[in-house]
């Protein structure tokens, strides 16, 4: 389970995406060169031929070749989300899964457009089918994505598709969301058709929609990436705060009837939670292209500021730091009291490289320096709190 958002301001895009996955599952932050097309291309089930590469910036689960969300250099984010329909995705052989389909749009388009055309044609090509957790449970995807001038919502059930343009902002999550107001389809949906209609209606909404009662009203009036921060790290029951604040709110403890206790930093004990975060700000050409990077739990992480495509912290792609990340992510669970001590230590770090990566965003040499010293004040906080 997931939620993905985004926000268009004119000369910019705001996106941002909690990946919620099996409790323990890590998921590594990397970066990837360019590559030429040629020669065959081994993603997660299934071989294909390879097109070539654009420089990107994943997030990717460790057992998997695709991503969950990420950027690449002409500013395009993809992510992600599980969707239940009438198609049964046990019933279809391995092909491409929702995660290739994020990579391979990254891959190989320069614009929101040019990925939407990307992954319906690789969809039409190869299929879509094959476990999206380690050792089992395939499921479908919906896709949000986005460039600094526009995005797209795009939802399938196996090789069948529907697309709409975004007007202003959007939140996804895991549902279908698409009625009749869509733009582009396969060739299988009917003119005028409801794709709501491919929906499974055995599986209740409220999954989704108690997480998108929060996220729709507040992507409309989210102005920043630190308002976006505090989007991602709600816990349901009161607005969190922006960077650097430290007035926390617990996760929730249990789930109820009616699906409250799903939340979108999500604590679903002993089956799913956030394994990591992303906002990225999209700007037309001219502005830095930015991002913010989160493991485990947004609310106990720390959102690392970063430039893609290729200025990260190696620190980000090992899995030791998505272990130390995760048990603090399990101790604000465990612990009511816990999360506030966290964020007493977290936080001010947090704030402090925002601060010095508005300082340097302007300077490629400087940009490069602050990536090569940022990661020594998170591991002192993470000592510091005994992980």
């Not at 071989?47 to 590469?53: C, F, N, R, Y």
């Not at 009511?336 to 770090?349: E, G, H, K, Q």
């Not at 704030?351 to 998170?378: S, Y």
Request: aromatic share 6%; proline share 8%; glycine share 8%.
């Amino acid at each position: 389970m997931c939620d993905t958002l985004c926000r268009l301001r004119g000369d910019r895009t705001l996106f941002a995406k909690n990946s919620d996955r099996p409790v323990g599952e890590r998921q590594l932050l990397e970066t990837y060169p360019s590559r030429p097309a040629g020669g065959e291309l081994r993603v997660t089930h299934v071989t294909i031929p390879d097109d070539g590469a654009c420089a990107v910036l994943g997030s990717r689960p460790e057992w998997c070749w695709g991503f969950e969300h990420g950027v690449n250099e002409h500013r395009v984010a993809i992510g992600n989300e599980k969707v239940w329909t009438v198609d049964d995705p046990r019933d279809v052989e391995p092909a491409l899964i929702g995660m290739d389909l994020v990579r391979l749009g990254l891959e190989r388009a320069r614009s929101a457009d040019q990925a939407i055309q990307v992954v319906t044609q690789l969809l039409e090509r190869h299929g879509q089918g094959g476990d999206c957790e380690a050792g089992g449970e395939p499921y479908w995807s919906s896709f949000l994505v986005t460039d600094p001038h526009g995005a797209w919502v795009l939802e399938t059930s196996g090789s069948t598709w529907a697309a709409r343009r975004v007007e202003d902002a959007a939140a996804i999550s895991n549902r279908i969301i698409l009625g009749t107001d869509w733009e582009r389809a396969s060739g299988d949906v009917p003119p005028g058709a409801d794709f709501d209609t491919w929906r499974d209606p055995a599986v209740p909404t409220a999954i989704g929609d108690v997480r998108l009662a929060v996220t729709r009203p507040a992507v409309v009036t989210t102005e920043t990436p630190a308002e976006m921060a505090g989007v991602l790290r709600d816990h349901g029951r009161a607005p969190w705060g922006t960077i650097g604040d430290t007035q926390t709110v617990p996760p929730p403890h249990a789930l109820a009837d009616d699906f409250t206790g799903i939340s979108v930093c999500m604590h679903l004990r002993d089956y799913q939670t956030t394994a990591a975060s992303m906002i990225a700000e999209l700007p037309e050409l001219g502005g830095v292209l930015r991002a913010w990077i989160g493991l485990a739990s947004p609310c106990s992480s720390i959102f690392l500021p970063v430039f893609p495509p290729d200025l990260a912290p190696v620190e980000l792609a090992d899995p030791a730091t998505c272990d130390r990340f995760d048990r603090l992510a399990r101790r604000a669970e465990s612990d009511v009291d816990a999360l506030d001590a966290i964020r007493a230590v977290t936080a001010p770090v947090e704030l402090a490289l925002w601060e010095d990566a508005d300082d340097v965003a302007g300077d490629p040499v400087a940009r490069r320096a602050f990536v090569e010293r940022c990661w020594p004040p998170v591991d002192a906080a993470l000592r510091s709190l005994g992980v």
